[in-house]
């Protein structure tokens, strides 16, 4: 038998970004009976609306003249009734929107690499927090940027010395955006306070970049008082959302269904043309029957609905991660208090390694978790992990956090 052709040779230069992680392979090991899993990150499938769903699917093909349409290819700005009803909804987020400003995206996960493709020359310098979404990271990748470190919450550093890094780095090269996850950040938790925003902004502003602010998780708050959305800040200051330099990402993915695969980008007439321009090029348009399904899923107050049932899900499986963490953790291990969505992260004594820790966890105590390090551009982190408590319920949390405890100890 001849050996397996090599496809290495073949490859464009941006694949070399996208190998597979050390902890992809990990977490393989995931599948093995009695773990309990801090890793996912996943929506609870206990809140997806399946009975809701498969009767709209069934309403979406009742007719011939419905079949039809929902079957078939459409516009890629995406489902007209779809993206009012989110132009509608972008006011209760502090941002008056119109259709035009709407693209319906394959989550925001397409709406990241759509950005990627349309803001980032190789070479090109994105801002970004450290740790952050490792999916951003992932979809910038393939436009090979370099990265640099944004901290909102301490103004250290002057806009100069960003442009100046990023011509450094690379004749010609500039700083061309700056991505944030604002409210309960992925992997960490954590919300941008009013000034972090403010602060963030004003960067933006001094660069002459824009802003991509990822709201994945912002419907999910259990307690504290709301913060503006940075693009609601924006649009107070500037005067419209045409005027704006923030691109809003918002997804159905965290409290409808992930599978139906249904996000969006509110942001400035001319820029969604040239992302309805990128979509067109990259699969057409959304499903159409999964638009329509999802219109009939979160139109007349159901959204709210299905909000108000995943906070009241989620709350408790939080509260029983930071007691349990807080009953037992052996001390010089900090972790954050997030005031909603999925994560908690842990800073490990300074020498203790996330990825030898979760080989022990998963081999000794039967948990997994994601070692931190995933989440930095800049390969430190080395000390972090990030744990989920969106999958496990509440006794599995207790237990597997007093399971990692004990490792820890
Ligand atoms: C911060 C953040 N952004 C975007 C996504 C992608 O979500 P989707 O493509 O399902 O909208 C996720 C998923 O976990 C996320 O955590």
């Given at each position: 038998m001849t050996a397996a052709r090599d496809w290495e040779p073949a490859y464009a230069r941006r694949a070399e970004g996208m190998k597979a992680s050390e902890i992809r392979e990990l977490l393989k090991l995931l599948e093995q009976p009695g773990i309990i899993s801090f890793a996912g990150g996943i929506p609870d499938p206990a809140l997806f609306p399946a009975q809701a769903a498969s009767t709209a699917y069934a309403e979406a093909l009742a007719s011939e003249g419905d079949a039809a349409t929902a079957l078939q290819y459409s516009v890629s700005e995406g489902y007209g009734p779809l993206r009012e009803w989110i132009a509608h909804d972008m006011a209760s987020r502090g941002v008056q929107a119109s259709p035009e400003n709407i693209i319906i995206t394959a989550g925001s996960q397409q709406a990241l690499d759509f950005l990627g493709k349309l803001?980032?020359?190789?070479?090109d310098t994105a801002l970004v927090t450290a740790p952050t979404y490792l999916g951003a990271l992932q979809a910038f990748s393939a436009y090979e940027p370099r990265y640099d470190t944004i901290r909102p919450d301490q103004t250290n550093r002057t806009p100069d010395s960003y442009s100046q890094a990023a011509q450094k780095a690379a004749t010609g090269a500039r700083v061309k955006l700056a991505y944030a996850v604002p409210d309960f950040a992925n992997p960490t938790g954590e919300t941008l306070s009013r000034s972090a925003r403010t602060t963030l902004l004003d960067l933006a502003g001094n660069l002459d970049i824009p802003v991509i602010e990822d709201t994945a998780y912002h419907a999910l708050r259990f307690e504290g008082p709301h913060i503006a959305a940075l693009q609601a800040i924006d649009v107070a200051l500037c005067g419209a959302v045409d005027k704006s330099r923030v691109v809003y990402l918002g997804t159905f993915s965290k409290t409808v269904a992930p599978g139906l695969r249904i996000g969006w980008i509110c942001a400035s007439r001319a820029l969604v043309r040239r992302l309805v321009l990128i979509k067109q090029a990259s699969d057409l348009n959304v499903s159409v029957i999964n638009q329509r399904v999802m219109h009939q899923l979160v139109s007349d107050g159901r959204h709210a609905e299905l909000i108000a049932r995943a906070r009241a899900h989620y709350r408790p499986k939080r509260d029983a991660m930071l007691a349990a963490l807080k009953a037992h953790m052996p001390s010089g291990v900090n972790w954050t208090k997030p005031e909603g969505g999925f994560f908690i992260w842990l800073k490990l004594p300074t020498g203790v390694s996330g990825a030898s820790l979760l080989k022990r966890a998963i081999d000794e105590a039967k948990v997994a978790f994601v070692p931190?390090?995933?989440?930095?551009h800049d390969g430190s982190g080395e000390n972090s992990i990030r744990l989920s408590y969106s999958l496990p319920n509440t006794s599995e949390i207790t237990t597997g956090v007093r399971r990692l405890t004990s490792l820890l100890r």
């Open positions: 803001l980032l020359t190789p070479g931190g390090a995933a989440f930095f």
